[in-house]
């Protein structure tokens, strides 16, 4: 047997884990960088299975000269899967990619390299972080096709990461087995800043703000300049072509033509932008009869969609149901995320002239602070997000569409299942409530940190309840990262011992 593991974007030092694995066979890895290899032997590299990088990868020559039949195993994907594929895969890939046939091919490309992988290196079991761009996602539905075993992570505190034995149990954890030890946790109603958000001062030196002005400008000329190139590059091809001076493949041709969708994306999302501040409305709800509800937008596409139902990728239907559900009279509140300007586009290209057409629906400042917010409204509608967390430790009930890691607190309720709010309004619950619960948790939390680790402001920025709410220093960061695959690897080991039957 041999064992794969995936999960992390950022470098990892990968001796504690064959220390550990080794024993039962060789180990295989997943990593997401820019060389043009798929797999060199050792390693299998998510980077070069994106459609922006197929053409050097070299996964079409893996795929394709694959000896044995995959056809029964795409046929079953193809029926459960391909909608929500097609989804993740424009989360990394939206310029480069053309119409159906093109989602069809990479589709296709997509499950015989994955099905060649895992049945030419006989992977029995494998470690994987929440599947969000395509090929990730193809890997976990062509090793369940095969019968092979995963645990899904999930990172959403410092120091500790949930373990499931299906992605579809995040949340309920029903497939966590309690394996680790109790952290008592003691939960506070002060908001504090969301997990995984970089600690940073709002203070910025000229320098720094010398810098950005260049960076604006810099992207300005670039924006202007890029159809230009573009054309070029095109009625290049095109002269090529005539001239039958040299033939270009399909992905080159959809590269360029797909150029154009991509930057008109900016301008949709610098329209949509627009269309939004126009419908804002500064002024917070006056105490009164009806019913205020409180609804955050996610971000879109974000990863932790992956583990929801894909009905809401579109969250106008969020909307909806809330307004169907709900007494006449209520109001309901829209906050987008402050970061919308991560938003593909297209997300949100007819979300606000929508919401300008309904009654009772208001939209709030996106940069206003949570903090501020949350004692004006009845209750609060999120997909997933840590808005949620943050709103029944301030005991306000909570509608969730998708599958947060909180799913099983006090004061959740899933949306799928509500039929109307009175429930909702007569539930009570105390911080000591969902301290037990949380507690409770922590026996089905490995030790570590598996996803996101420094980039960007990973999970070691974040201040939470296993960091006494406190930033670490950069002085433990470092201390803390030096042991960190280590106490993973423990982890892993700790899951795979308890969870996988060696014949």
């Not at 798929?38 to 996964?59: C, E, Q, V």
């Not at 120091?159 to 992605?167: D, G, I, M, N, P």
């Not at 009654?359 to 997933?384: G, M, R, W, Y």
Request: include cysteine; glycine fraction near 6%.
């Amino acid at each position: 047997m041999s064992i794969f593991i995936y999960h992390t974007n950022d470098s990892f030092n990968k001796k504690p884990y064959d220390k550990i694995f080794l024993k039962y066979g060789p180990v295989y890895y997943g990593v997401h960088n820019k060389n043009n290899f798929f797999f060199d032997g050792s390693y299998l590299n998510y980077g070069a299975a994106l459609p922006s990088n197929i053409k050097t990868g070299g996964i079409i020559e893996y795929a394709e000269t694959y000896g044995k039949n995959s056809e029964e195993i795409y046929k079953k994907i193809r029926k459960d899967f391909y909608e929500k594929y097609c989804y993740f895969l424009t989360r990394f890939n939206g310029p480069y990619l053309g119409g159906v046939f093109d989602y069809l091919y990479y589709f296709r490309i997509h499950v015989r390299a994955a099905t060649r992988f895992l049945d030419e290196n006989n992977i029995k079991f494998m470690f994987l972080g929440p599947p969000s761009g395509g090929f990730d996602n193809i890997m976990v539905q062509v090793a369940d096709k095969m019968g092979i075993d995963y645990i899904g992570l999930l990172q959403n505190h410092n120091k500790k990461f949930f373990w499931v034995k299906r992605f579809d149990d995040i949340g309920t954890f029903s497939t966590s087995l309690p394996i680790f030890n109790t952290q008592n946790i003691k939960v506070k109603g002060k908001i504090y800043k969301p997990f995984y958000v970089p600690v940073t001062t709002e203070a910025v030196s000229k320098k720094k703000f010398f810098k950005l002005k260049i960076k604006i400008f810099i992207e300005l000329l670039k924006d202007m300049t890029r159809p230009f190139y573009y054309s070029i590059r095109l009625f290049t091809m095109l002269l090529q072509h005539n001239l039958n001076l040299k033939i270009n493949s399909p992905v080159n041709w959809l590269y360029i033509g797909n150029k154009s969708r991509g930057l008109s994306q900016k301008y949709i999302q610098k329209t949509s932008s627009i269309l939004r501040k126009s419908l804002e409305n500064d002024i917070l709800p006056e105490k009164s009869k009806s019913i205020k509800i409180l609804f955050y937008l996610k971000i879109q596409p974000e990863a932790t969609e992956a583990l929801s139902n894909i009905l809401y990728n579109d969250q106008l239907l969020i909307i909806d149901k809330l307004q169907n559900i709900s007494p006449l009279g209520t109001k309901i509140y829209i906050k987008e995320h402050p970061t919308d300007e991560y938003n593909d586009p297209m997300a949100r290209a007819n979300f606000w002239n929508s919401i300008s057409k309904k009654k009772n629906i208001f939209v709030l400042p996106s940069k206003k602070k949570t903090e501020n917010q949350l004692e004006h409204f009845d209750i609060v509608a999120t997909l997933d997000g840590a808005i949620g967390w943050e709103a029944i430790r301030n005991l306000k009930p909570v509608i969730v569409f998708g599958k947060p890691w909180y799913l099983s607190m006090p004061g959740i309720f899933d949306g799928h299942k509500i039929k109307s709010l009175d429930n909702i309004l007569e539930k009570k619950w105390t911080l000591e409530d969902i301290s037990k619960c949380f507690s409770s948790l922590t026996k089905k939390m490995g030790d570590g940190i598996v996803i996101h680790l420094t980039k960007k402001g990973g999970y070691i920025e974040a201040s939470d309840e296993f960091t006494n709410f406190q930033p670490l220093t950069e002085q433990e960061k470092k201390i803390y990262m030096s042991n960190n695959d280590k106490v993973v690897a423990e982890s892993f080991y700790k899951i795979f011992s308890n969870t996988y039957k060696l014949y």
